[in-house]
T-cell receptor, first 118, second 117 residues
């Protein structure tokens, strides 16, 4: 079974609108972390936002927020007030196990390509 | 914030040659680094975990003799693609975590695009 599932291969959003990118995950660990990364066409992976499994509040970082629904095992990324520069691939990723250990490797979803239009 | 430098960013080589890719943590020490591979329009797949001063841990299906990893210092890990073939053409990207800072985030290098002719 896929550990990280991103069901939207591509999304379009108009500039200044909000958009939600879906991500569901599968793990039996109680302690885990969820991440969103942005990958522009240049290839680098840019960290956007992190949510720990024990965090009670949804993470927010500027225009990015993570809609964490633990019971549904979903961690959707919400981008508010979209900008043309937000056009990129977006990857959801999960770290299983506590972050304090050396097991920091991430498992990535297949990504969603976001296109922001005028 | 933590910075990971990766070099070269692009490399083109002939089939049968070996290519070395370097991954450096610039402002922090990384006892562990991770090497990922990304085929066009696909996700990142973990290849191996590079451990400073010891052998790398390879993911299932990754040939350790093909992809040699050396983590000789706390700031440098290298990936050598030996006897490269066209099917090895891919985007290779490394990452590390600044554990001393307490951050949960993996910082990625800018990636290395390998093209084998």
């Amino acid at each position: 079974a896929q550990k990280i599932t991103q069901t939207q291969p591509g999304m379009f959003v108009q500039e200044k609108e909000a958009v939600t990118l879906d991500c569901t995950y599968d793990t039996s660990d109680q302690s885990y972390g969820l991440f969103w990364y942005k990958q522009p066409s240049s290839g680098e992976m840019i960290f956007l936002i992190y949510q720990g499994s024990y965090d009670e509040q949804n993470a927010t970082e500027g225009r990015y927020s993570l809609n964490f629904q633990k019971a549904r095992k979903s961690a959707n990324l919400v981008i508010s007030a979209s900008q043309l520069g937000d056009s990129a691939m977006y990857f959801c990723a999960m770290r299983e196990g506590p972050g304090a250990g050396t097991a920091s490797k991430l498992t990535f979803g297949t990504g969603t390509r976001l296109q922001v239009t005028l | 914030g933590a910075v990971v430098s990766q070099h070269p960013s692009r490399v083109i080589c002939k089939s049968g040659t070996s290519v070395k890719i370097e991954c450096r943590s610039l402002d922090f020490q990384a006892t562990t680094m991770f090497w990922y591979r990304q085929f066009p329009k696909q996700s990142l797949m973990l290849m191996a975990t590079s451990n400073e001063g010891s052998k790398a841990t390879y993911e299932q299906g990754v040939e350790k003799d093909k992809f040699l990893i050396n983590h000789a210092s706390l700031t440098l890990s290298t990936l050598t693609v030996t006897s490269a073939h066209p099917e090895d053409s891919s985007f290779y990207i490394c990452s590390a975590r600044d554990r001393a800072s307490g951050a949960n985030v993996l910082t990625f290098g800018a990636g290395s695009r390998l093209t084998v002719l």
